[in-house]
């Protein structure tokens, strides 16, 4: 598995800026709100700044959500949690530095859901219903 946080320890792309991000890790819809969420999560680790601003779009019944989302330091990400499309479930990665860019492309294992992070499970669902971006609240 890739050691996302250790890359950025080691400095091997400078500070994070912006991240790009597909996963396909469950045939199951009703998962991807928490799936992207978790996510989300992870970004903002990385990124080491907090979600501001996300406009999500697609929906559980199309079997994909992707969000663009700001953060407090001026990163961006834009993350994709989406229904398995082929036999293996697919990660997806591409963060982008100041001085260098980290791809990382896997298959994992499925595995049980973690816990998503509320405020961002609940701007998910905000933004869906409103077609719109929205603030993420505390």
């Not at 080691?10 to 469950?26: N, T, Y």
């Amino acid at each position: 598995a890739l050691d996302v946080a250790g890359a950025i320890a080691q400095k091997r792309i400078g500070s994070p800026v912006s991240l790009r991000a597909f996963f396909h890790l469950s045939a199951d819809h009703g998962r991807l709100v928490g799936a992207l969420a978790e996510a989300l999560a992870a970004a903002g680790a990385w990124l080491a700044s907090s979600p501001v601003r996300l406009y999500a779009r697609g929906g559980v019944r199309a079997g994909e959500i992707t969000a663009m989302v700001e953060y407090a330091g001026g990163q961006t990400a834009l993350v994709s949690a989406a229904v398995l499309r082929n036999a293996s479930p697919l990660a997806d990665v591409l963060l982008i530095g100041n001085r260098g860019t980290l791809r990382y492309q896997d298959h994992p294992e499925p595995g049980e859901p973690g816990r998503p992070d509320a405020r961002l499970w609940r701007a998910i669902e905000a933004s869906l219903a409103a077609g719109a971006p929205v603030e993420v609240g505390n």
